[in-house]
């Protein structure tokens, strides 16, 4: 096309939301001029699928639950009063909270104010408020966040090695819907052992968002943690970072909790419109749709110029590919549904990977983030006339053309600032398009059963391990593996067996040594 044509197609797809601030630019996505009309029916499907999951229908029929995330930021659309009594006093108490802790009402036992706070959880319970608090971060924040998110050991002491002396000063938040998961309750192990080794009581240190009666919601009340937040059944872990999941840690960290779910409730109406053209959500999910052929065949390449954006792609790896990633529809025929995400932030991609992105394999399409305001205040020039953010503007507008004179596409999210709303509304965009996205290629995008399969299969390996450990005890010499695994009537598992043993091995406080290194099968490993 001309750069007439490209302008003249940039006026008729520009969809524009004064409202919020922002702007969604599909002009360089490269559908036919049939295509909104042949997924317009698709799309108003879409549209009344969308409709009744907001009104409380069961939308998660695999495990038999209401979807309301939507409901966080607009309390009046829950289904019934008690839910909405739920919303609005767990904001109130997550304001409360924090409040006390910033005045000091609530100080650490030796009477001093909390300086940090220590998150532990993991997918959607770490990475929407990783994110936020990146975003959103000030050197004037009343408390610095730190974050265990794995069942790393060698993580997790980096992070106490990071707070030292300051342990005493940290709060700690842990979050788990059933308090079962795994790595978040072993990071709460080493977090009590640390705060132990410190002369600390964790108890007085610990507050719990988590499910009433679950394990985390017992052990809280038990040992009389500070205080509990709910989870509720109906909201997800991948979009719960505008329940109390988000909101604590963010209020915590001096964010404008209230901001954020204003930006996200009005992103929310905006992104309610039946009308397709004027609906940033239902444009990203059909041009996910029209990219894709509607079935994943193209990666989503991220691409926010602006730093606070930065983990911006993470959330959504696991917004977008937890729920659009799928082996089965909802009539149960196998579809193998899926769209992979991956980001880094401009103008590090154009010395990262834009070379590949311009002239190599063309399996992308490409949304780019533009941030209008540079930063609060004045920017110094560095040529005359020209500002840092000047070039970043360059880059972006440069790495746009450059990829569209290569026939990559790409489309355009522009918001004006960086704000607390701002962030609300980017995550409620998203989610919002996730759910279109879903309906469009009639897949389930709120359960998660290939996650519950790896935390099975990591079930067997730990019995597994226990099991290892007994024969080696019981036998007192060195054995194979191939020996091992016969001795426990599955030979079929001497690799298996082989991988635990090896790991066992290289750790020397765990008791075990091996000798031999030639052939893997000869190997001989014993207790100390």
């Known amino acids: 096309m001309t750069k007439a044509e490209l302008w003249q197609r940039y006026g008729t797809y520009l969809c524009t939301c004064p409202e919020i601030g922002l702007s969604l630019d599909i002009s360089r996505m490269n559908f036919p001029d049939d295509f909104f009309t042949r997924m317009e029916p698709a799309m108003q499907r879409a549209f009344t699928a969308m409709a009744e999951l907001e009104k409380g229908t069961i939308a998660n029929p695999d495990e038999g639950r209401m979807v309301g995330h939507y409901w966080l930021r607009n309390s009046a659309l829950a289904p019934s009063p008690d839910l909405r009594k739920e919303i609005d006093d767990t904001v109130a108490q997550v304001s409360k909270f924090s409040h006390r802790v910033h005045t000091g009402e609530l100080a650490t036992p030796a009477g ?31 408390m610095r ?17 990071e707070l030292g002396s300051d342990l005493a000063r940290t ?8 308090g079962s998961t795994k ?18 009581e964790f108890a007085r240190y610990a507050v719990a968002v988590t499910g009433l009666d679950s394990e985390l919601d017992k052990v809280a009340v038990s040992e009389g943690w500070i205080e509990r937040f709910p989870m509720w059944d109906w909201v997800g872990g991948r979009t719960s970072v505008t329940s109390a999941v988000g909101l604590l840690p963010a209020a915590l960290q001096g ?43 193209k990666d989503l390449v991220v691409l926010p110029y602006k730093d606070r954006l930065l983990l911006f792609s993470r959330y959504l790896q696991q917004l977008i590919m937890e729920s659009i990633g799928k082996e089965l529809d909802l009539d149960g025929t196998v579809v193998c549904q899926g769209l992979t995400v991956y980001g880094n932030k401009g103008s590090t991609d154009q010395h990262a990977y834009v070379q590949q992105l311009r002239e190599g394999v063309a399996n992308f399409f490409v949304t780019f983030i533009e941030v209008l305001q540079d930063r609060q205040g004045t920017s110094m020039q560095v040529e005359d006339g020209i500002t840092s953010g000047d070039f970043l503007f360059g880059f972006f507008q440069g790495t746009r053309t450059a990829l569209y004179e290569k026939g990559r596409e790409s489309m355009t999210i522009t918001v004006e600032s960086v704000d607390a709303a701002t962030i609300g509304m980017l995550i409620a965009l998203f989610e919002r398009t996730v759910g279109l996205y879903a309906g469009l290629v009639n897949i389930n995008a709120y359960h998660q059963p290939g996650v519950e399969a790896g935390k099975k299969a990591a079930g067997v390996v730990i019995s597994l391990q226990k099991a290892v450990i007994d024969v080696l005890k019981k ?21 298996s067996v082989f991988a635990i043993l090896r790991h066992l091995a290289a750790n020397a406080d765990r008791g075990i040594v091996c000798s031999g290194d030639e052939k893997v099968e000869e190997i001989r490993f014993s207790l100390k």
């Open 255 to 297: 964010i404008d909790i209230l901001a954020l779910l204003d930006g996200a409730g009005a992103c929310d109406e905006i992104t309610r419109r039946p009308e397709t053209r004027k609906n940033p959500a239902a444009l990203m999910a059909l041009m996910w749709h029209y990219a894709t052929n509607g079935r994943g065949e």
């Open 183 to 200: 790595e978040t309750r072993n990071g709460m192990l080493e977090a009590q052992a640390a705060y132990k080794r410190a002369g600390l």
């Open 171 to 178: 709060l700690v938040v842990v979050i788990s819907k059933s």
């Open 112 to 142: 001093e104010r909390f300086r940090n706070f220590l998150v532990i959880g993991i997918g959607g319970s770490a990475l929407g408020p990783q994110f936020v608090a990146d975003a959103l971060s000030s050197p004037q924040d009343p």
């Open 475 to 495: 036998n007192q010499r060195g054995m194979t593996a191939g020996e091992i695994a016969t001795e426990l009537g599955t030979p079929d598992q001497a690799e």
């Open 145 to 161: 966040p730190y974050f265990l998110d794995n069942t790393d050991p060698d993580g997790m002491d980096r992070v106490f090695g």
